[in-house]
């Protein structure tokens, strides 16, 4: 079932997700060669307990940080460790953000040091979202945005993790409707989006191939099964008559 949310509902949402861009925009920054990954968490749960709020992985049963902190080949759900950041790494850093009984859930990737080594391959994950939102408007489908991420990542020469989809996002993490990042069948059979609908369109994709497998036995971490570097932008958003409305864009 499609949680829709009223008008007052999302400005919550966009509160709560200005504050979780500004945070993923400062722990971006702080991302150097030379920072371990758990002085990352660290700077994380300090940037939310500031701002009023609870960090949303930590709520996910059996998942205690505020961050998943993916380098290079892992794909999605890396759990902050010892490993020190070094220069070509590439690290996708996801957080959620529980603020006023609505979650809202944000990632973006960089590349560490002062290298433009597979610059390429992050723009046309920028892109892919960026058209994606782009389609998060009333009168089009889930589909419409399956599709345009599709065809956006494959015409670069790259692969869609197909396993891994967004989610709808509000009053749980993860809710109804599922965001496929490839076209299921045909756009016309997918959900149609409506207002007041709030999802997490997310962008999954590697260098390579894009099957993943699990990186060890931690139960979370998964990464590319080619080891290639994989890649994940993210934003909440909202559907509105007024077209799509970021949820987590900074407020600057």
């Given at each position: 079932?499609?949680?829709?949310?009223?008008?007052?509902?999302?400005?919550?949402?966009?509160?709560?997700?200005?504050?979780?861009?500004?945070?993923?925009?400062?722990?971006?920054?702080?991302?150097?060669?030379?920072?371990?990954?758990?002085?990352?968490?660290?700077?994380?749960?300090?940037?939310?307990?500031?701002?009023?709020?609870?960090?949303?992985?930590?709520?996910?049963?059996?998942?205690?940080?505020?961050?998943?902190?993916?380098?290079?080949?892992?794909?999605?759900?890396?759990?902050?460790?010892?490993?020190?950041?070094?220069?070509?790494?590439?690290?996708?850093?996801?957080?959620?953000?529980?603020?006023?009984?609505?979650?809202?859930?944000?990632a973006g990737t960089k590349i560490i040091?002062?290298?433009?080594?597979?610059?390429?391959?992050?723009?046309?994950?920028?892109?892919?979202?960026?058209?994606?939102?782009?389609?998060?408007?009333?009168?089009?489908?889930?589909?419409?945005?399956?599709?345009?991420?599709?065809?956006?990542?494959?015409?670069?020469?790259?692969?869609?993790?197909?396993?891994?989809?967004?989610?709808?996002?509000?009053?749980?993490?993860?809710?109804?409707p599922q965001v496929p990042n490839y076209?299921?069948?045909?756009?016309?059979?997918?959900?149609?989006?409506?207002?007041?609908?709030?999802?997490?369109?997310?962008?999954?994709?590697?260098?390579?191939?894009?099957?993943?497998?699990?990186?060890?036995?931690?139960?979370?971490?998964?990464?590319?099964?080619?080891?290639?570097?994989?890649?994940?932008?993210?934003?909440?958003?909202?559907?509105?008559?007024?077209?799509?409305?970021?949820?987590?864009?900074?407020?600057?």
């Amino acid at each position: 079932m499609i949680d829709i949310k009223t008008r007052e509902e999302i400005a919550i949402m966009r509160e709560g997700g200005k504050k979780l861009g500004s945070i993923l925009e400062t722990l971006l920054e702080y991302s150097a060669p030379g920072v371990v990954l758990t002085d990352i968490e660290k700077r994380a749960n300090e940037l939310i307990e500031k701002v009023g709020a609870v960090a949303s992985f930590a709520t996910v049963p059996g998942y205690r940080w505020a961050t998943c902190l993916c380098v290079n080949e892992v794909v999605v759900h890396g759990i902050p460790t010892q490993y020190v950041l070094k220069d070509e790494d590439i690290l996708t850093i996801d957080i959620g953000l529980l603020y006023k009984g609505f979650h809202t859930d944000t990632a973006g990737t960089k590349i560490i040091g002062a290298s433009k080594k597979n610059e390429e391959f992050l723009t046309t994950g920028r892109e892919a979202l960026e058209k994606a939102i782009g389609q998060a408007r009333i009168g089009n489908r889930i589909g419409d945005i399956s599709k345009v991420v599709q065809e956006t990542i494959e015409s670069a020469g790259y692969s869609v993790v197909k396993s891994l989809v967004g989610h709808g996002v509000g009053r749980q993490l993860h809710e109804e409707p599922q965001v496929p990042n490839y076209l299921r069948g045909s756009v016309a059979n997918t959900l149609p989006l409506q207002e007041g609908m709030t999802i997490a369109i997310e962008p999954i994709y590697a260098m390579g191939r894009g099957e993943i497998v699990y990186e060890n036995d931690d139960g979370w971490t998964l990464a590319t099964r080619d080891r290639s570097p994989a890649s994940v932008f993210e934003h909440s958003i909202a559907i509105t008559g007024d077209g799509p409305i970021i949820l987590t864009k900074p407020d600057n």
